[in-house]
């Protein structure tokens, strides 16, 4: 099966070279090229290609936006970013807009020949790097946080308040401030009150001096 294709980048020499790298596989067609988002729009919308070879920077409408669109309107087209930018916000918008693949433009041919064919099946393809830094993100776990009145009950429990007594100071029932108690044991992995003060202090979610 040939593989039909449109590649936009502003740039005319990159541009040049990303066609003859992916001319040269026999199962390879280009179909169109675009120097800004909106001609490519146009040119997926009226040749309608198995993958759009899309730089993440262009003219008139980016390749996040562009992405977007074709997801949306011509969902036959596997969108593969071609881009010199690796930073974890670029990725994450191209990702999330549907791309994919997300490539660098340090690609060898056979690297990229390979991606589009696999995009084109509607498979993921992620550079290298890429793919390790997602992966780390997605691993890292998830910072804690307590809302400002988790931390009032906090604090309060820190000053050796009972139930009732916070429930005065912070004008709430003693059952809401059960309530915050357990989101918060929850939040910290904990299982008492004094476990939870120590968790708190130890990840700086409470100040550890007060002025009395």
Do not use: C, W
């Not at 020499?13 to 280009?30: F, N, T």
């Not at 074709?70 to 994450?92: F, G, K, M, N």
């Not at 191209?94 to 509607?122: F, I, P």
């Not at 550079?127 to 780390?136: D, Y």
């Amino acid at each position: 099966m040939t593989v039909r294709i449109v590649v936009a980048d502003d740039h005319p020499a990159m541009r040049a070279g990303v066609i003859a790298l992916l001319a040269s596989a026999p199962d390879l067609e280009i179909v169109g090229e675009a120097a800004d988002g909106h001609e490519a729009l146009e040119l997926v919308a009226r040749l309608r290609p198995d993958v759009a070879v899309l730089d993440l920077r262009m003219p008139v409408q980016d390749g996040v936006a562009l992405t977007t669109r074709i997801v949306a309107e011509h969902p036959a087209t596997r969108v593969l970013i071609l881009t010199t930018y690796d930073t974890d916000s670029e990725i994450e918008r191209a990702v999330e807009a549907g791309a994919l693949g997300y490539l660098l433009k340090d690609a060898g041919r056979d690297q990229l020949t390979s991606a589009v064919r696999a995009a084109a099946r509607g498979e993921t393809v992620l550079a290298p790097s890429v793919a390790a830094r997602l992966v780390a993100r997605i691993r890292a776990p998830a910072p804690i946080t307590l809302t400002p009145r988790e931390v009032d009950v906090l604090q309060a429990v820190a000053d050796g308040l009972s139930n009732p007594d916070i429930g005065a100071r912070l004008f709430i029932t003693e059952a809401t401030v059960k309530t915050h108690l357990l989101r918060i044991f929850a939040k910290l992995d904990v299982n008492d009150r004094t476990a939870a003060v120590v968790a708190a202090l130890q990840r700086d979610l409470l100040p550890r001096h007060r002025d009395r």
